[in-house]
Structure formats: structure tokens, C-alpha cells
């Protein structure tokens, strides 16, 4: 991209110059930019700013597919990406992805630019209140003074009050002096002319910093002290080892970790000697202490029915066993302090910043849940070839190991076999993102123990936005030419809600980015609950079940994707380890 012609300057560039030089200079790298008129000064600095390098700038024409794309690189990274936007109803399409960062603690920086405040009010064009609009979520808002000056040597008044509310907006993102981390919205408002020339010192003033970063809290040199939110990348301040809660070995106790709970979860539990219970979206399933199967084992008189004590790390949203384990009130239940939302559902729950445990290991205790783990374990991975059967000289014998090879790779697909395929296929360097779907619980249910880095919208649990968050992990994660794939597993409507984030801008870095879609025909999660009960079959089809008859291949045709359809293991798991360099839409039919 060639530099901006040499035209005047504009008061609405220079002041766009010295936000956004104010937040790369601190160190954000993402901007993304949902193009329009009123936020032109905003997006043709970004531009500016990517052809300097210093920057990498990501177009997208839906808002609402914007705003998940940097929450998917703040969940990533754990710094947030700067979104820019035009005025009206652009600015309402950022809500969902505020709100999921909100509940989810994920930083997030909107900018949303804005008619001057003479025209709110008084049926201007494309004009409504902005400022508010995201009040209940955000960490700090800001409606800015309509620019006035330009600025010759990058110094002036106006861009040094700038520069400080950028500042103060990223630092609030993060969650610096504040519980958690989440979005902050600054609304900018222009008055014509809309841009100018881009001044000579944005390149200058943008790389003027250099932003250290804070090391890994999760633990401290000892290997004792364990806080939350290890599983987003969030780095923070470790809080003074003498202030963190003492831990005592002897009231029965098992850790739970819920979403984005992070290693420190399966740490801590292995420092106690206390039986783990780990959502698959918690980026704590991994260890020996890993229970199997938790949800029957949780309802069992002798193992759930006797626990004294919970340790919480992370929001657990997937089983119903242990939001009821969570609000007994014969439970002590201690959470530890994560990027998301405070968790409390007895209204007796202890908040605390951090963790550390002291005294022997209830062997026993341990024992009982270690044993009923392995009963309840699940061996999901396709039968083993009769190697002997196969080289058998005995015709019978070796036909008969033929056609149980044969009946194998011939098997049909279901969902155990197709979350399997994807846990089996995904590795450390790799990225894996669940959607809100009847498969996460499937994967929750019977997975096993990995240490793979996950992501999932849980703040919500929302079927928004899911493409364009992984899409968002999978530029973070492979930024500088970093090895990896990251695989999204949906269902077919939250495949279908997000459609549009399927849509990549020519000449955009390509992520390596496979999308599997189980595709049983319409919401067959609501089989489980309680609606399946009560409604009538008609009912049950025209409200609830949503029934389609989308053909994935000719949308992945028409957004450039390519296609595999997927309908044995043998197939599925050729397509997941195959090299993959760019986008592949993988359709996996499922029965109801």
C-alpha cells in the first residue's frame, strides 16, 4: 500500500493518529477495521500503520464479525485488539462480542467513531446516542471532544490529551486496578472534513515504546502459589505471597476448573493431592488427578455426597452436577479470583486472589476418586488391526481380520468418534476452539486427559461470533510465522449464525484454520433439556429445533474455503493430520 497522498492535514486524522499511535506505542498489535465514512480518519491510520509495519490490520465488513475477531486475538494473547467503526447501528453490532468479554474477562478496545454532539438528537443521518451504549459492560468509556486542532510536530495539546486517554483505555482493558480485565469503549466524534493527510510523526510516536511483559502469575518460584485466569494468556501482577490464602489439607476437598480456569487449576490440585474435575474448556484436563466421567461421579452418595470443600478456579458452565455441587450449602466453597465473571451460586462463596496449600495429601480421599476415574474412563479410539489375524496363513482367519479392518473404515461417524478425532489430532502447538453446541458437552462428558491449549465463548455461552473468534485465535496464535492449527468444532447453527465470518479480504494473512461442522440438521440440543418434555413434535420442529437445508459445500465454494466432507473416523482423521496451509471447511453429517 503506497503512502497517503500529500494532502492538508485534518483535525480528525491527527487526533485518529494520536490514539491510535498511543495504543500501539503501549503495545497493541491488532487492529480491526470494519470500514465506513464517519471512521475514515480512524481506518486510513491503520492503514498507515500497517504499511509501516508496525501494525497488523484485519478488514471486515460486519461489525459484529469484527468485534469476535479481536476478542479471539485478546483471548489469545491476552492484549487486547483495537476495533474500528462508523456511527449508528455499527456501533450496536459490537455488543454481543462486549458482553462475552465482559463475562469472559477478555480485554477489548472499541472505537467507534461518531457524529459531532450538535447533530445527536435531531434526525441526523446515521446518528443515535453512542455514548452509554455498552455502560453496563465496559471497564472505562470515554466520549471524546469533536478534534479542533492539527498538529505539526506530534507534541501539541490535543495529542498529548490523547495519548494519556489512550493509556487509561488499554490500562483499563487489562484490568489494572480493577477485578478483571474486559472491553472499554472510546467514542470519537468528527466534524468535517473527515481526514486529511496522515502527519509525518504517527510512525515515529507509535513505535516510541517499549512494553515490557509481565511475567506468568499462575505460579511464583516455589512452585506454591496458584491464581486464576491462566487460560486466556492475561498477565497480571501476582499478589504477595503472605496474602494468599492458606489452603489446609484435611476437610475432604476436590478443585474444580471451569472455563479459561488454565494450568494453574491442575497445579494446584496435584500440590494437594486432590482430585481434579476439569471442564474441557478449562485448559486444565491434563495430569494424573484428572477425573473421568465426573458428572455420574458427582451424583454418587459416596464420592459427590461427601465433599466438604470446593476450590474453583475459572467459570464452569457445562454440567448441571456441578452448579448443584456449587450451591450446597454444606459445601465451603473458595473461588479463586480469574479474568471472568465472580462465581457464586450458594451466596456463601469466598473470593480469593490466590491459593496455596499446606499439610499431607488425604491418600484415601484421593484414592476412592482415582479408582472410580478409571472405571468411568472411556476408550473412544478405533479398534486395533488384528496384525496376526491379517498375516495369517489360515484363509477364515485372515478374511476374517480383513472384513473387521474393512468394517472400521466403514464405520459411520458419530459425535463420541468425531470429538475424539479432533482431541486425538490437536497438539500443544496447536489451537482448539469449541462452539456453544450439543458437541462441547459431548467432549466434556468423555474426553480424556491432554494439555492442549482451548478456547470457547463461555462468558455468554452464545452461539455469536464463533467462527470469527477462532479465526482471531488462529491469527494471534500464528503470528511470526508460529507452527500450529487451530480447529473449531461447531454445530451446524452455530456454523450457520456466523456465516459471514467466513468472508477473508484478498491479500489478508491466510490462518491455518480447520472448521468442523457436525451437521445434525437443526438444534438437536435441546433433545436434553427440559422443552423436549413439554412441547409437541410440531412445536418442537418450527421453534426450537431450527431445521435447514444449508449446502456447506457451495458456501465454503462461494467464500473461497475449501471443502471436505467427512463421513467415516478413517476419513475424518486422514483430513484433521493432513498439512494444512490454509482454510478448510470440514462437514461431518450426524444423525439427530
Known amino acids: 500500500m503506497a503512502p497517503l497522498n500529500d494532502r492538508s492535514g485534518a483535525p480528525a486524522t491527527d487526533a485518529a493518529a494520536a490514539l491510535l499511535a498511543g495504543f500501539v506505542s503501549r503495545g497493541v498489535r491488532h487492529i480491526v477495521v470494519s470500514p465506513g465514512s464517519r471512521s475514515q480518519a480512524l481506518a486510513l491510520v491503520a492503514a498507515e500503520l500497517e504499511r509501516a509495519g508496525l501494525i497488523q490490520l484485519h478488514v471486515r465488513i460486519d461489525e459484529r464479525v469484527a468485534g469476535f475477531t479481536a476478542l479471539g486475538i485478546g483471548r489469545e494473547t491476552g492484549t487486547p485488539a483495537v476495533v474500528v467503526c462508523t456511527s449508528g447501528t455499527a456501533v450496536a453490532n459490537l455488543l454481543p462480542a462486549a458482553l462475552e468479554a465482559h463475562h469472559a474477562g477478555v480485554p477489548l478496545l472499541l472505537l467507534t467513531a461518531d457524529r459531532p454532539p450538535e447533530l445527536r438528537g435531531v434526525g441526523a443521518n446515521q446518528t443515535t446516542r453512542q455514548p452509554g451504549l455498552f455502560r453496563s459492560a465496559v471497564r472505562f468509556e470515554a466520549d471524546l471532544a469533536v478534534p479542533e486542532a492539527t498538529d505539526v510536530d506530534g507534541v501539541g495539546e490535543q495529542t498529548t490529551a490523547l495519548d494519556a486517554v489512550a493509556g487509561e483505555a488499554l490500562a483499563a482493558s487489562l484490568g489494572e486496578g480493577m477485578r478483571a480485565a474486559g472491553p472499554v469503549h472510546v467514542n470519537v466524534p468528527f466534524r468535517e472534513p473527515l481526514a486529511g493527510a496522515v502527519p509525518a510523526w504517527l510512525a515515529e510516536r507509535a513505535a516510541s515504546r517499549v512494553v515490557e511483559t509481565a511475567p506468568d502469575p499462575s505460579e511464583d518460584a516455589s512452585g506454591a502459589l496458584y491464581q486464576g485466569g491462566g487460560g486466556i494468556g492475561i498477565a497480571d501482577v501476582a499478589p504477595d505471597p503472605e496474602a494468599a490464602h492458606r489452603i489446609e489439607t484435611g476437610p475432604r476437598t476436590i478443585v474444580v476448573a471451569g472455563a479459561d480456569a488454565g494450568t494453574a487449576a491442575e497445579h494446584f490440585a496435584h500440590a494437594g493431592g486432590f482430585p481434579l474435575v476439569a471442564e474441557i474448556v478449562s485448559g486444565a484436563r491434563f495430569g494424573r488427578q484428572i477425573v473421568h466421567g465426573y458428572r455420574a461421579l458427582l451424583r454418587e452418595p459416596a464420592l459427590g455426597g461427601r465433599i466438604e470443600r470446593v476450590v474453583l478456579f475459572g467459570r464452569p458452565t457445562l454440567s448441571r452436577e456441578v452448579a448443584l455441587l456449587l450451591g450446597r450449602e454444606d459445601v465451603e466453597v473458595l473461588a479463586v479470583r480469574g479474568p471472568g465473571e465472580p462465581v457464586n451460586l450458594n451466596g456463601a462463596t469466598i473470593a480469593v486472589d490466590a491459593v496455596r496449600v499446606t499439610g499431607e495429601a488425604d491418600r484415601t480421599w484421593l484414592g476412592d476418586w482415582m479408582r472410580a476415574s478409571r472405571d468411568a474412563a472411556v476408550d473412544l479410539s478405533p479398534r486395533a488391526p488384528d496384525a ?125 484454520l480447520q472448521v468442523v461442522v457436525g451437521n445434525d440438521g437443526g438444534g438437536t440440543i435441546f433433545d436434553g433439556l427440559e422443552v423436549a418434555g413439554i412441547a409437541g413434535a410440531d412445536a418442537m420442529a418450527r421453534v426450537q429445533y431450527t431445521p435447514h437445508t444449508a449446502r456447506l459445500e457451495q458456501l465454503a465454494l462461494a467464500f473461497g474455503w475449501e471443502y471436505h466432507r467427512c463421513t467415516t473416523r478413517v476419513a475424518l482423521d486422514q483430513v484433521l493430520t493432513a498439512p494444512t496451509g490454509g482454510r478448510q471447511l470440514i462437514e461431518v453429517p450426524l444423525p439427530r
Open 388 to 512: 496376526e489375524g491379517l498375516a495369517s496363513a489360515v484363509p477364515h482367519e485372515r478374511l476374517g481380520a480383513i472384513s473387521a479392518e474393512v468394517e472400521v473404515m466403514r464405520a459411520p461417524l458419530d459425535r463420541p468418534a468425531l470429538v475424539d478425532a479432533l482431541w486425538r489430532a490437536t497438539w500443544p502447538h496447536d489451537r482448539l476452539v469449541f462452539g456453544s453446541s450439543r458437541l462441547v458437552r459431548v467432549a466434556d462428558e468423555l474426553l480424556g486427559g491432554k494439555k492442549v491449549a482451548v478456547h470457547a465463548n463461555r462468558g455468554l455461552a452464545g452461539i455469536d461470533g464463533t467462527i470469527a473468534t477462532a479465526t482471531g485465535v488462529a491469527l494471534a496464535s500464528q503470528a511470526d510465522e508460529r507452527p500450529g492449527v487451530t480447529r473449531l468444532l461447531l454445530g451446524d447453527l452455530a456454523f450457520l449464525h456466523d456465516m459471514g465470518a467466513l468472508l477473508l479480504p484478498p491479500g489478508e494473512t491466510e490462518p491455518r
